[in-house]
């Protein structure tokens, strides 16, 4: 057997746990071992020393003799772990670390003497029975094997390559099939599950402490998102969310609470607001709040051009902000009176302290806010009306006089051709 | 169209196009440059109306599918600003029509232009004809005696005037707001955005129905006239529907027929290709029209 020294590495391999005693496969060179030749190097079990190529080969290196020996054939395929799966992994060390029971040949033959991840992996086993997979309500608990694959679990750095990330967001799909996110999206290719749902204390967003809860989603997204982040905290939503004050009862005993980053991006979702339907435009997550200056929006030349799907005309955002929404009694408001001719002056260069006199959400029925607008609308649907009303009867009186008309006429003739008939 | 001769039947053929019913010589009722002005209008007038409805009804089924077909709301409103210059381009040619005009006629001439049953310059005599329409309605009198244009063609005219005055000024400023704001505090936009709105609205609405209506489709013109387009009509048709302006028509008759129009004088009868291009056109126009304010319709009644 060729002796192969790797490079040591700093730390212990990562990674997830090893679920106790699910697989029992390769075995050791281990201190105790004493399979004859193979050389054996210098370790002892639960040592961080490099792994060298070990004895346990000589048998589970080999599938054809495994076939011949244990009692069946996926047996055998279990059994079947070639130190080519460990080189370079998480758990890139003696097999007798964890299949400590192992290190002799004939072995024992009590299975229950191989470790169990937690002995290793305690503060992640801790988190993962305060979480919802350790749970049994639903059936049994989603252990460690279940989503790590025990003897090539990558190691902690390695659980960031794409590939990686791919594969462990594979897993999760395997039963959250429906949570796929959209293929192209912003997170789908490179963000895993775990970033937002956490790795081992996984929770429902509506289960007490989840990551996704509305007090926690801003650190939860936050932590890639940091300048969204921050900002969100300090606007009105985010102060809403943050001093607790999340949710007001509204008319009709409908629950209004202020919204957290998934309530306008979605959670699986996560449409770029950019790329928002045509047909909803880009304020529809806020109307559904507020509905009133949606309503008002929708009736100015802004809200009509988004409607139909212009993105150069603004939306709710293009004025308020996206992440720096206050009202506009506030001074840092992108809506404040000192700060509204700039807002402005994203689109209209030219906007001047006389240009933002305009009430973009001026409305035609509210006399008290927008005299104006009110009176402006009045007269002219009055004009309308008045006009199509005169014209209209115009019309339809014409249509009868032609109707009645020439019954009259009809009649007048049929009587002088009976009484001319009558003559004769 | 010519008329068909012949088939027999309860209801007798006559020509789709109202101004070429009855029987008479044809004289001519509009010149070539009347026909382009109002073909100007009526391009533009439609161009506006389909461009800006899906914008004033943003929230209807129809809306999006409408801009969709404009080729996105950024290129309807470009569409929509080079009709509102169009527009503009013929109201000013047709002022300086007018001055021109006024200028060369005779003296004579000149008072009969400008005031009376010849003149398109409202009169206190229409309302005379308004109140006799109303009493001819109810069967207490004769039609009206209509002049060159009747009181319902002038109101017409004149809103051609006024509506351009307004949606135009209107649109100027929703379309320069930067430049105006200059002059005018921001919520003058507020209103500006109102007005143009329900005030094409109403021009659309009066155009789509009541002079649909008026010109087109009562009884005694339908389903369609094509003066405005072809300029000729027959002395019947002038006689029933302008007769204050018969005496004009008699002193012309003897004059020798005209290819090239002169008011009132005798003209040859369209011809075949003419009248079915312009019974075409016609047609494409009311349909276009009876569409677009069914669309509004829908939206109102829904």
């Given at each position: 057997m060729i002796l192969r020294w790797r490079r040591p590495r700093i730390g212990r391999g990562a990674g997830p746990l090893l679920l106790c005693a699910v697989l029992v496969a390769g075995g050791a060179g281990a201190t105790s071992a004493q399979v004859t030749g193979g050389a054996q190097a210098p370790v002892e079990v639960g040592t961080r020393a490099p792994r060298p190529a070990s004895s346990c080969q000589l048998c589970h290196g080999e599938l054809e003799f495994l076939r011949q020996h244990a009692s069946s054939l996926e047996r055998a395929e279990e059994l079947n772990i070639s130190d080519r799966a460990l080189r370079g992994s998480g758990h890139d060390f003696p097999c007798t670390r964890c299949h400590a029971g192992f290190g002799t040949f004939p072995h024992a033959t009590a299975a229950t003497e191989t470790r169990t991840c937690?002995?290793?992996?305690a503060d992640v086993t801790a988190r993962w029975q305060a979480g919802a997979h350790a749970q049994v309500e639903r059936g049994k608990p989603v252990g460690c094997s279940d989503c790590h694959d025990v003897h090539t679990v990558p190691t902690r750095s390695g659980f960031r390559a794409a590939s990686a990330v791919q594969t462990m967001n594979r897993r999760c799909l395997e039963c959250h099939e429906t949570r796929r996110l959209p293929a192209g999206g912003p997170h789908a290719s490179d963000v895993p599950c775990a970033a937002c749902h956490g790795a081992h204390d996984i929770r429902a967003h509506d289960q007490a402490g989840s990551r996704l809860s509305p007090a926690d989603q801003g650190k939860t997204c936050g932590a890639c998102h940091q300048e969204v982040a921050a900002s969100w905290s300090r606007d009105a939503h985010g102060r809403a969310v943050l001093t607790g004050d999340v949710a007001r009862e509204v008319s009709g005993g409908a629950v209004e609470r202020p919204p957290t980053c998934t309530t306008c991006h979605g959670g699986h979702a996560l449409v770029r607001p950019e790329e928002a339907a045509a047909d909803s435009g880009p304020g529809a997550a806020c109307i559904g709040c507020h509905a009133k200056y949606g309503d008002t929006f929708a009736d100015s030349y802004h809200g009509q051009a988004t409607r139909l799907g212009s993105r150069r005309a603004a939306g709710c955002a293009g004025c308020h902000t996206a992440h720096n929404i206050l009202p506009a009694d506030s001074a840092r408001s992108s809506v404040s009176s000192a700060n509204l001719v700039t807002t402005c002056r994203q689109?209209?260069?030219?906007?001047t302290a006389s240009f933002v006199a305009f009430q973009p959400h001026a409305d035609v029925h509210d006399r008290a806010k927008s005299p104006l607008s009110y009176w402006t609308y009045k007269f002219m649907t009055f004009l309308l009306a008045g006009t199509m009303i005169v014209f209209g009867v115009h019309t339809v009186l014409w249509l009868a006089r032609l109707g009645i008309g020439r019954i009259v006429e009809a009649r007048k003739a049929a009587r002088a051709a009976g009484s001319h008939g009558g003559d004769a | 169209m010519s008329t068909t001769p012949g088939r027999a039947g309860r209801v007798p053929e006559v020509p789709m196009d109202a101004a070429q019913r009855g029987v008479g010589p044809f004289v001519w009722r509009f010149n070539l440059y009347h026909r382009i002005t109002h073909a100007a209008l009526m391009l533009c007038f439609f161009t506006l109306v389909a461009t800006g409805l899906p914008l004033l009804f943003s929230r209807a089924f129809w809306a999006p599918t409408l801009i969709h077909l404009l080729g996105g709301v950024h290129r309807a409103g470009l569409i929509h600003r080079a009709a509102g210059g169009a527009t503009f381009g013929y109201l000013f040619a047709h002022l300086a029509y007018v001055v021109v005009a006024i200028a060369r006629a005779q003296p004579g001439e000149r008072k009969r232009m400008l005031w009376g049953r010849e003149s398109i310059v409202p009169h206190p005599n229409d309302f005379v004809h308004f109140a006799q329409q109303f009493r001819w309605y109810l069967g207490l009198g004769p039609r009206p005696n209509f002049g060159r244009y009747s009181y319902m063609e002038k109101f017409d005219y004149v809103a051609e005037f006024w509506g351009t005055a307004v949606i135009g000024t209107s649109g100027l400023l929703l379309w320069f707001p930067e430049f105006f704001a200059r002059f005018l505090p921001g919520w003058a936009f507020n209103m500006a955005t109102i007005i143009h709105g329900i005030e094409a609205l109403l021009a659309a609405a009066f155009i789509f129905t009541i002079h649909f209506f008026n010109v087109h489709l009562r009884p005694e013109k339908f389903p369609l006239d094509a003066v405005m387009f072809t300029g000729r009509a027959t002395r019947h048709y002038m006689e029933e529907e302008h007769p204050a302006v018969g005496d004009r028509i008699e002193e012309k008759a003897e004059l020798p027929e005209s290819a090239t129009p002169v008011l009132d004088a005798p003209a040859p009868a369209p011809g075949r290709t003419q009248s079915l291009i312009a019974a075409t056109l016609g047609f494409i126009a009311l349909a276009i029209g009876l569409v677009l304010i069914g669309m509004v319709l829908w939206v109102a009644l829904s």
């Open positions: 937690a002995s290793c992996h689109c209209h260069k030219e906007a | -």
